[in-house]
């Protein structure tokens, strides 16, 4: 094992790490080629975020870094890390560290690819003992991304705060989904982290989500859309609330969009859930074309399942990639 | 270490955990003195339900379990086990292991008074790695109680699977809080589950609760008994759904508990957060004077911070446990 720590800006430090001698490697060699790593013989940087005291004295919101991180890539796409045991290659099946392996290599396959990696923190505790560890492993890799940990929470004052810890201290990630059912003190401890961004969930791409969020309210508004202007007008002092939409539901896109003009949007439900990607993109992008995060799981995790499973995975996150970035120009 | 395998009845086998040999010893052979254990010498019994596949073939519902829980103790007290590193006692602080040993005395010092424990998931996960094992440990303990998990989870069709894989399989809780945001199916794969039970949030006992959950519908109902409503006639098909409803909200809890007549309902906000408990425990409990868990969390866990933190988190409970029973005899 060597280590070759560079700094590559002001905010954050690398460290690299190095290599198994398995059969895979090729894997990783073949896209990291990089102005840090010209032999491209390194594996993924280790990311070592300088969060800490500074944090709350920096002037970049968590909106200005979702930005930067589109304009960076080039990219509006996000690919969520749902590492289900039953669907990973058979060939890492058996490792005693599959899922980290899993998400390792999808990982050096896409990250140039995309502005988002969004892990859900489910996938990890179902694996028991040590699963939020592993999770722990996986969020530390590719720097160059943000982190959107997909966990859902909502509970009140010292639980919530609580899981703020456990979400930007322990596991370090750049932004939380939250539930908002529990209403402002419930998302306090996490919209008072400036740089940190908070995704409420407004309206889910599940056929379930109907039962209340479109629910009528009293002066007409579907619940909804009372989610959407919470976050607009009481909850986004810091510059870094978001909202989750499902691209299953376009009119709510729109609706939405026009509510709340400069809020970054996470977009589930294309790929495996069938949305459709050029009609969500031009509803879901902001007046710059971006302010919005199309999120994408099984169609790369799993668009093979042997050995190929990277290139694959890479392959498909080019052609998603590509896909959303002529919609937004078209 | 030694071990005495017990088999206490048909469900349940037990196994018996040693002491270590340190000074809160008396602690635990304190109150521990039962049919099974006359000496008071053994600590905590460790739980391992059977749990598996049978499961789905017993006939007892989650809603009979909670009868039979809260007759077998007379009580209808619920401890929360919020295990605050910053609030525990001094003493046992700097111990390598110290929340599971904080649980372990607030569990052996209580259990023969509560119906059920419900440790929040979140106190866990800010331990960092290795957290949700600490919790694993915890849940393995007090046989003779229920454990619902305060998770407050809510996600869709796979990672909602996931989950429950989590709560059901890996920490054997007997049932689980869930947010009911994203609606019906996000429910389903912890409602499947027959003999587990599903408190769902409807009326939360914090200041917030009001942005989202008082927001008046088209038909004039608030929106918690949308929720009261759906969980009532639409998804206790399996008699294992409850509610939580908080007793800072007496008004919430009598139109609740009149929708849903026999639903379990998890009652947070007496204690610290100061709700009436004569008028919470009436408004709450069901025709049979049960079907009501009081969840009393901080005014136990530190009613005292130094050497007698059991003794007084004891003297709490029972004093809480009999206020509640002299309500529901009035």
């Known amino acids: 094992m060597t280590h070759h ?13 190095v290599l198994s001698d398995d059969e895979d490697e090729h894997i990783y060699a073949k896209y990291l080629r990089s102005p840090c790593n010209p032999s491209g013989t390194i594996a993924l940087a280790m990311r070592q975020r300088q ?5 709350n004295n920096s002037m970049l919101t968590f909106s200005s870094r979702v930005a930067e991180a589109i304009d960076a890539k080039n990219s509006l796409l996000c690919v969520g890390l749902d590492p289900d045991i039953q669907r990973i290659p058979a060939h890492l099946r ?6 980290y392996r899993f998400c390792h290599d999808i990982i050096a396959a896409t990250h140039d690819l995309v ?10 505790e179902a694996l028991g003992a040590g699963g939020v560890e592993v999770l722990a492993r996986v969020m530390a890799l590719s720097p160059s991304t943000l982190w959107i940990l997909d966990a859902k929470r909502g509970d009140i004052g010292n639980t919530a705060a609580a899981y703020a810890t456990a979400a930007f201290d322990y596991l370090k990630a750049d932004a939380i989904t939250l539930n908002p059912y529990l209403g402002g003190d419930s998302l306090e401890p996490f919209l008072s982290r400036a740089e940190r961004g908070s995704f409420l969930l407004c309206r889910t791409s599940n056929p379930g989500s109907t039962d209340l969020q479109e629910l009528v309210l009293a002066d007409g508004r ?3 859309m009372a989610v959407a202007q919470l976050a ?10 978001g909202l989750v939409v499902g691209a299953t539901q376009p009119a709510a896109l729109i609706d939405v969009r026009a509510t709340c003009p400069d809020l970054p949007i996470l977009l589930p439900g294309v790929g495996a859930q069938g949305g459709d990607l050029a009609t969500a ?9 971006r ?3 199309v999120n994408v799981s099984r169609s790369v995790l799993y668009a093979a399942n042997d050995h190929s499973f990277a290139d694959a995975a890479r392959a498909e996150a080019l052609r998603t990639r590509d896909a959303i970035n002529a919609a937004r120009q078209a």
């Not at 969060?51 to 944090?55: S, T």
Request: no cysteine; net charge negative; charged share 15%.
């Open 232 to 241: 607009q007008q009481q909850w986004n002092s810091n510059s870094n609330v």
């Open 115 to 124: 502005a988002a990696f969004k892990p859900n923190i489910a996938f990890f």
């Open 5 to 17: 720590p560079h700094t590559i800006d002001s905010r954050r430090v690398y460290a690299t790490m």
């Open 94 to 99: 058996a490792h005693p560290d599959a899922v």
């Open 281 to 289: 993109v031009n509803a879901g992008v902001d007046r710059h074309g």
């Open 222 to 224: 579907p619940l909804y």
């Open 51 to 55: 969060y800490g005291q500074e944090e």
């Open 291 to 293: 302010g919005l995060l």
